[in-house]
C-alpha cells in the first residue's frame, strides 16, 4: 500500500527540484557530446529531404551568417535530448513512485525502459515513414519556373517538430497501460469516448505539425492506431475488480 507518511509540500517542491537538476545535466552532457558530431548529424537529418529534390538540386541553404552556426547548435540540443530521454523519463517516474503501491512501482523500471524505446520508435518512425512522404508532396510542387530552395534553419524546425511529436504519441499505448493498471482508465471507457479521440487527435495534428492538411493527416493517423491498440492493452493488462478489491479493501 501507499506510505503512511506525506512529505510536506516543500519537500516535494525540493524533490522536483533536484529531479529537473539531474534532467538538466543529461541533456547538458548529451548536447556537449552530440555537438562534436553535430554537422554529421544534420547530414543525416537532411537526407529524406534530399533524395526527394530534384536531380542536380539536392541542397540546402541559408540566408543568414549565423544561421548555420544556430542550426548546428539546436541540432546538438536536439539529440542531446533525444541522449537524455531515459534519464528524463527515469526522473520523472521516479517523482510519481511515492504516490503507488508496491506492486505499482514495480512497473516504474519496464516502463522507462520501454518508454525510451517507444520514444525512439515514433522518432524513426517519423524519419523513414513521415519525413519522405511530406517532403514528397511538397516537393511535388516545383516546375519549370517553381524550384525548391529550403533553408536549413526552416527545414530543421519543420523537421524536429515532427521527430519531437512523434516520439511523444508514440508514448500513448504505455501511458494507457500505467494508467489501466492503476485502475484510472478501462477499456470501456477508451471505446466510448473513440469519437471524441478521434476529433482531439486532428485537433492536435492541427498544432503540433506545419500548417498543412497533409502532415496533420499523417500524425492523426498514427494516433487513432495507437488510441486502438491502447484500447487493446486496457482490456488485456487492466486492473482487474479483484486487485481493486485486494488494494481497497472495506
Excluded at 79 to 100: D, K, S
Excluded at 164 to 174: D, H, R, W
Aim: glycine share 6%.
Amino acid at each position: 500500500m501507499q506510505d503512511e507518511v506525506k512529505l510536506p509540500f516543500t519537500d516535494h517542491l525540493e524533490e522536483l527540484r533536484r529531479r529537473l537538476i539531474i534532467c538538466l545535466v543529461a541533456v547538458g552532457i548529451g548536447f556537449i557530446v552530440s555537438y562534436m558530431f553535430s554537422k554529421k548529424l544534420f547530414a543525416i537529418l537532411v537526407i529524406p529531404l534530399l533524395k526527394t529534390m530534384p536531380p542536380g538540386e539536392e541542397q540546402l541553404i541559408f540566408t543568414g551568417l549565423p544561421e548555420a552556426f544556430f542550426t548546428y547548435l539546436k541540432v546538438s540540443l536536439m539529440a542531446g535530448i533525444l541522449l537524455a530521454t531515459p534519464v528524463i523519463l527515469y526522473q520523472l517516474w521516479m517523482f510519481i513512485a511515492p504516490g503507488l503501491y508496491e506492486n505499482e512501482r514495480r512497473l516504474v523500471l519496464p516502463i522507462v525502459i520501454f518508454s525510451s524505446i517507444f520514444f525512439l520508435g515514433g522518432t524513426l518512425f517519423a524519419y523513414f515513414v513521415i519525413l519522405p512522404i511530406g517532403f514528397k508532396f511538397f516537393i511535388g510542387f516545383s516546375c519549370d519556373y517553381l524550384r525548391p530552395m529550403p533553408t536549413i534553419r526552416e527545414y530543421l524546425s519543420f523537421s524536429s517538430k515532427l521527430l519531437l511529436a512523434f516520439g511523444v504519441i508514440f508514448e500513448m499505448p504505455l501511458f494507457i497501460l500505467f494508467l489501466s493498471k492503476l485502475g484510472l482508465i478501462t477499456a470501456e471507457y477508451l471505446v466510448n469516448k473513440r469519437k471524441y479521440a478521434i476529433l482531439l487527435f486532428f485537433i492536435f495534428g492541427a498544432i503540433l505539425t506545419p500548417p498543412d492538411v497533409i502532415t496533420q493527416v499523417l500524425m492523426a493517423l498514427p494516433l487513432i492506431v495507437l488510441y486502438e491498440v491502447s484500447i487493446l492493452i486496457a482490456k488485456i493488462f487492466g486492473k482487474k475488480e479483484e486487485e481493486e478489491i485486494e488494494n481497497n479493501p472495506s
